[in-house]
Every structure is written in C-alpha cells, then in structure tokens.
C-alpha cells in the first residue's frame, strides 16, 4: 500500500541522510517540513494560518539559516561536524 512503501522510502532517506549531515544539521534542517507543510496548507486547501503560524514558521526558517550560515564562514566546521558524528556513530555501535 502506499503509506507503508511512504514510510520506507521515508526510513531510508533519513538514514541517507544522516551519512551526508551531522546528527543536529539533521534534527534543524528535518524542521523545514513544518515551513513547507505550513506553505503547502495554506496554498493548496485555502486555509489561512494564523499570523502566529507564520512568525513560527518565520522563527523555525530563520534559526536553520542561522545554524548553517557558519558553514559558508567556516569550511573546517562541515568536517569537524562529520568527524564529531563519526565518533558518536561509533561509540553507539
């Protein structure tokens, strides 16, 4: 059925995911479903979103640009995160 190959295919990525982003890159880069499901609410079923909806949306977009700005600065930050997720993959194995 198509919910469960949607959770599959959903599984999967996440654990393609968590390869190529550090574990918290991960977690905060995950809270832009909320933005997309918030636009795609309002777009697609009319509905209008309070206007506190959308400072929350606004908050959630603004912090993961926040997070990940310092990798554009800092180009030994990616590799540090990897190398930091890789010790912790490994001491949870």
């Known amino acids: 059925s198509l ?3 949607s959770y599959v295919l959903y599984d999967n990525l996440t654990f393609v995911n968590l390869t ?3 574990p ?3 977690v905060i880069l ?3 479903r909320l933005v997309v499901t918030g636009v795609m ?3 697609l079923f009319s509905k209008k979103l309070s206007t506190h909806a959308w400072l929350a949306l606004a908050l ?3 912090g993961c640009m ?3 700005s310092g990798k554009f600065f800092d180009p030994n ?3 540090d995160a990897h190398a930091a997720a890789d010790s912790t993959t490994t001491w949870l194995a």
């Open 3 to 5: 919910p469960a190959v």
């Open 24 to 26: 918290v890159t991960y």
């Open 20 to 22: 190529l982003f550090d």
């Open 41 to 43: 609410w309002s777009a």
């Open 60 to 62: 959630i977009t603004i």
């Open 77 to 79: 930050q990616k590799k």
């Open 30 to 32: 995950m809270q832009i």
């Open 66 to 68: 926040v997070k990940e």
